[in-house]
């Protein structure tokens, strides 16, 4: 796409240059962002009573995505949601960001315009205020570095540690939707590679190829629970897969869990894809990530506020320590979930 | 140094036991750290008055830093302290860092906790707490990202854009050091590579040597500011030159500025080895950087507070924008400055 237009490169920038370049369009969104880009340090203030959440991440070119199948807006769009997930994760709003990238001589001007157009398209969707930076040059490949800042009151903040025995195990959304679109994404580039004339034939997958290139931050569940006056006792994102989300809650809360593999939110079309693949759809959902959905637990006498709730699943419920972490199969069979997120040193 | 102990692969422990491993060790030391390692995000809370303070930097192998020359203590240690700088350079105290770390399979366990050793070891000396981070594979060499969070009083934050007409350019410590460390190593990772039988000759450069692989934040200065009652206009760190940074002053304060060569501070090691090396030890502070010295205005009102300072020396005054940015050179004659910073996609 970006091939027919005109490239300008980095060097006829200079580092100073690139970065006003690329944020001199930024707007701020909140009160709070007291000094944004342009000095030593950003400044920030939040409410008194408020405490102040930080959370960082680090993506790299042929670790955590493919340029051949992601296009760089929806790069630029999701390195900023996998962010705001993680402040989402404590029950705590996102409000500012800083967003560094290295980028080698193969990346043009305008191609690091895409990627800045994704964050800041979802900065203004979720009224976030990019605050701050950096950009230099790299051997190989891009790097992206995000810092986020969010805020909550300190009574309203849930860590993954305090989930209770007998509270129900809750997630948001549907789960594998994004492992099954990375499938058709990788079949396609295989498709590709062996002969390059063919169209990848993505058609029908919409909703999975949407779940894998441009996911959201639930910040809006964040609000709902404090709408229906719902605060769970531990909360985490779905970035590795449920089976390691379930097993970092269970661990840091000293308990055991029940996960009824027929309670498991999906999508018909993630369904329909794994069983396409000759993939178990539970399997994605165990193992697969990248959901950016919220797993929660709350306490048993919430549940009548939960129940009705159409983007939440009730999925299982805590159990003591020794009872261990299990998946019980449709078949009623029960089954030890191990942690299988991902690991990029494999 | 490295190379007699044993070696464990990235492999063996995986992206959380890996991050894990490294932060084991880590103490806080901040009342306003409420939670640091070990969920989606950090919680920090300063005193109502206070203001939060956001800076971060990206640090690449082969573009920052080369590692045949510099420890992986010494990398740690510093790509801390240039961050903690930052803030310095807002007049206001770093409390907090956040570290993502990007390494390849050239990389050992034992390389990394050499690396975070020393990046602890400069959180420990300065009072920092390492709230978070992360760590991932790289294709490529290692890259670092560190995101520092500060506080300060709202009425004692400074910018680089509140110089006044007339005011006294003030610049903490000495400059040019680092730069002709930077020298130093250079020569001797040359004259290493022609015969790497003949030891490295670093004999009689260990403040330069020191300036340019420990280099130091100056904490010290802004507290002493505080102390004498000093309030500076505008203040900014020098990472990439003194004229790069001078112009970011003046630019952003809307003025111009008289620099006086013969006020420069230069140690008479950097001097000494400037002119073996046929260097203007002027040019050397001019475009050199990384000195992490705080380069200030102070309205002349304070001139009594200040000139009795052993660390900070007035170095120049501001004019009217129309006057210009000119260097005085020892001769008398008037030299316009122009920004020489360093940019890393040359």
Redesign the interface.
């Known amino acids: 796409m970006l091939e027919n237009k005109e490239r300008t490169e ?2 006829s ?4 240059g ?1 970065i006003k370049h690329l944020t001199e369009h930024v707007e701020t969104y909140n009160n709070s962002t ?2 944004g880009i ?9 409410d ?1 009573e408020k ?8 993506l ?5 995505f493919d340029l051949t199948y992601v296009p760089l807006k929806h790069l630029g769009y999701k390195s900023v949601i996998v962010n705001l997930s ?2 989402c ?2 029950n ?1 709003l996102p409000k ?1 960001v ?1 967003v ?3 980028a080698s ?1 193969r990346f043009s001007v305008e191609a690091l315009e895409e990627l800045y157009g994704g964050m800041l398209f979802a900065c203004k969707k979720y009224n976030i205020d990019l ?4 950009s ?6 891009l ?1 992206i ?1 995000i ?4 805020e909550a009151k ?1 009574e309203d ?1 849930v ?3 305090g989930a209770k025995e007998k509270d129900l195990l809750c997630v948001s959304g549907d789960l594998g939707g994004a492992y099954m679109g990375l499938q058709i994404l990788e079949r396609e580039k295989f498709v590709f590679k062996d002969n390059p004339n063919i169209q990848p034939d993505l058609e029908g997958n919409d909703y999975i190829l949407e779940r894998q290139l441009k996911p959201e931050a639930r910040v809006d569940i964040v609000e709902l629970l404090k709408n229906i006056g719902v605060k769970p006792t531990s ?3 779905i970035s590795d897969g449920l089976a390691s989300e379930i097993i970092h809650i269970t661990t ?1 809360s000293d308990l055991g869990c029940e996960l009824y593999e027929e309670k498991i939110p999906l999508d018909p079309q993630t369904f329909d894809r794994a069983r396409e693949f000759n993939l178990d759809p539970t399997v994605c959902v165990l193992s697969g990530g990248e959901d950016y959905e919220l797993l929660f637990t709350v306490p048993m006498t919430d549940y009548e506020k939960i129940k009705n709730q159409p983007d939440i699943t009730i999925i299982g419920h805590m159990t003591p320590k020794s009872s261990g972490v299990n998946l019980i199969a449709k078949a009623g069979t029960s089954h030890p979930i191990t942690a299988q ?6």
Chains 1, 2 share one sequence.
Do not use: C
């Open positions: 980095l060097t920038l200079g580092e100073f690139l007291i000094k342009g000095d030593d340090a950003a400044v920030i203030k939040y008194n405490h102040t959440l930080i959370s960082t991440d680090m790299v070119e042929g670790v955590h993680d402040i994760a404590m705590a500012q800083t560094s990238i290295a001589n605050i701050g930076g950096d230099t040059s790299s051997t190989s490949g790097i570095s810092t986020v800042i969010g300190k903040i860590y993954r540690n909360m985490i994102d840091q997120g991902w690991n990029s040193f494999k």
